[in-house]
């Protein structure tokens, strides 16, 4: 992969995500991700960090944390939590909000996602667009 991304993935993507999204009225988070979830003994015991909250479409969320997922990690954990959270939610998120999170990502995340981590993780920066390009080409083919 040469980064993120190509033009002409870019403009499908673009297209793809400018559908009509799911009409849904759900308290989103506007920040849902992993560093805004708190456990306790394996257990999720609260989320925070909510002035970004709002009604709106759950795939926002789900996608924005999907491309945290994959801006940290990899691909995989981003495709393996999008089916973790709709069988755990009992629902099929809108795959046209979740693409409209995942084209936020720009080159400008390699500069403050450091500052966000903080040292707590180890940090590919080099490797981040690439990841982002293959959720990108992942969520592409699940509304395809």
């Given at each position: 992969?040469?980064?993120?991304?190509?033009?002409?993935?870019?403009?499908?993507?673009?297209?793809?995500?400018?559908?009509?999204l799911l009409e849904e009225?759900?308290?989103?988070?506007?920040?849902y991700?992993?560093?805004?979830?708190?456990?306790?003994?394996?257990?999720?015991?609260?989320?925070?960090?909510?002035?970004n909250a709002a009604t709106g479409n759950r795939g926002s969320d789900v996608g924005h944390c999907r491309l945290n997922l994959a801006v940290l990690f990899d691909a995989r954990t981003a495709r393996d939590?999008?089916?973790l959270y709709e069988r755990a939610a009992?629902?099929?998120?809108d795959r046209r909000a979740d693409l409209q999170?995942?084209?936020?990502?720009?080159l400008e995340w390699q500069r403050f996602?450091?500052?966000?981590?903080a040292g707590r993780a180890s940090l590919d920066l080099a490797g981040m667009p690439d990841r982002v390009v293959e959720t990108v080409r992942d969520a592409l083919d699940g509304i395809g």
């Open positions: 992969m040469t980064g993120w991304p190509t033009r002409g993935l870019r403009n499908a993507a673009r297209q793809a995500a400018a559908g009509p009225e759900v308290l989103v988070h506007g920040d991700q992993h560093f805004n979830v708190l456990w306790c003994d394996h257990r999720l015991s609260g989320v925070v960090d909510w002035p939590y999008l089916a009992g629902v099929r998120v999170e995942l084209l936020c990502f720009d996602i450091p500052h966000q981590i």
